[in-house]
Each structure stands twice: as structure tokens, then as C-alpha cells.
Nanobody, 122 residues
Framework: QVQLVESGGGLVQAGGSLRLSCVAS??????LGWFRQAPGKEREFVAT????????NYADSVKGRFTISRDNAKRTVYLQMNSLKPEDTAVYFC?????????????????WGQGTQVTVSS
């Protein structure tokens, strides 16, 4: 089992920044990812990081604005979100995949956090 706890969501104006955190505990995992889900929409991939090597992959919609990083000692993954837009409004979820890789679909992840709300006002 892997337990994931997200934090850092909130309300921000368009153009602003937020940093999300996700603390992982339990078994060793291969990758951690961030997904988001807006009301009435499917959960979509945002970013992922391979835990051992730190290599990353991003959705096209967030490239150049969001940065995923990790702190191995704290078993924490971060999502730095800059230049936020109203369309970034969603519940953001942290997810763990037991095997390393750059998986971009929700079905490829094994464990999920409860999510944190991000709201961007125009």
C-alpha cells in the first residue's frame, strides 16, 4: 500500500502561482504523478516524475508553466504552478505507480490521494 496526502490548493487570481505538495508513505514506488479533474470532465494527466532518476513528463497544456519536482528524503513530490489560468481550475490529485515510467493515463496508476482544490479566478 501507498498512502498519499496532498496539500497546497487554494484560490488564486489568474497569472498567479501555487505550489502543491504530496507526501507519500508506505511501499516503494516507481513514479508519482499529478492529475486534475474539473467539474463534469474526465480526470486528466498533468505531470509525472520517475522517482529514482527525477526525469519528468508534462501535458502539453501545462508545459512551460508547471514544474514537477521531488524531495527523496521527505518522500514528497511538488507541483509548482505559475501563470495560472481559469481553465486550470480543478481538483488536483497525486497518484503513485509502482513501476517506473512516464505513464499518462489514470488507469496506469495504482494509488491515489484525496485531492486538493485549485481555483483560479479571472
Amino acid at each position: 500500500q501507498v498512502q498519499l496526502v496532498e496539500s497546497g490548493g487554494g484560490l488564486v487570481q489568474a497569472g498567479g502561482s501555487l505550489r502543491l505538495s504530496c507526501v507519500a508513505s508506505g511501499r516503494t514506488f516507481g513514479s508519482l504523478g499529478w492529475f486534475r479533474q474539473a467539474p463534469g470532465k474526465e480526470r486528466e494527466f498533468v505531470a509525472t516524475i520517475r522517482w529514482s532518476f527525477g526525469s519528468t513528463n508534462y501535458a502539453d497544456s501545462v508545459k512551460g508553466r508547471f514544474t514537477i519536482s521531488r524531495d527523496n528524503a521527505k518522500r514528497t513530490v511538488y507541483l509548482q504552478m505559475n501563470s495560472l489560468k481559469p481553465e486550470d481550475t480543478a481538483v488536483y490529485f497525486c497518484a503513485a505507480r509502482m513501476t517506473a515510467g512516464w505513464a499518462t493515463t489514470k488507469d496506469e496508476y495504482d494509488y491515489w490521494g484525496q485531492g486538493t482544490q485549485v481555483t483560479v479566478s479571472s
